[in-house]
């Protein structure tokens, strides 16, 4: 069965980091472009960091940039978010999945809408 598991979320005080993680089961990853999205309530899906499948370019949010790190290891067969001086509007559910296809900012920009396959996601919240 294939799937994507994220776990790694929680409470953290703003200025806070946390590291999540996305473990892939029933298929190997080396061959498929990751992003992590998030989704606040009422708004729509957005990417926040997507990495490639074959040189590991990156890309990120604006609103994200200088504070989250997208990495990989194949071996492990998981891609991780680390991600440092949080703030309070960084809280909501994040999520990732993968495809075989997209390029790195395709898959963050039109991975909402094109990307089927989505675990339960893990939650985060920063917050005092």
């Known amino acids: 069965q294939v799937q994507l598991v994220e776990s790694g979320g929680g409470l953290v005080q703003p200025g806070g980091s946390l590291r999540l993680s996305c473990a892939a089961s029933?298929?190997?990853?080396?061959?498929?472009?990751i992003g992590w999205f998030r989704q606040a309530p009422g708004k729509e899906r957005e990417g926040v960091s997507c990495?490639?499948?074959?040189?590991?370019?990156?890309y990120y949010a604006d609103s994200v940039k200088g504070r989250f790190t997208i990495s990989r290891d194949n071996a492990k067969n998981t891609v991780y978010l680390q991600m440092n001086s949080l703030k309070p509007e960084d809280t909501t559910v994040y999520y990732c999945?993968?495809?075989?296809?997209?390029?790195?900012?395709?898959?963050?920009?039109?991975?909402?809408?094109?990307?089927?396959?989505w675990g339960q996601g893990t939650q985060v919240t920063v917050s005092s």
């Open positions: 990495i490639s499948s074959s040189d590991g370019s990156t």
């Open positions: 999945a993968a495809d075989p296809t997209l390029t790195v900012q395709a898959m963050c920009v039109f991975g909402p809408i094109l990307v089927s396959s």
């Open positions: 029933g298929f190997t990853l080396d061959y498929y472009a």
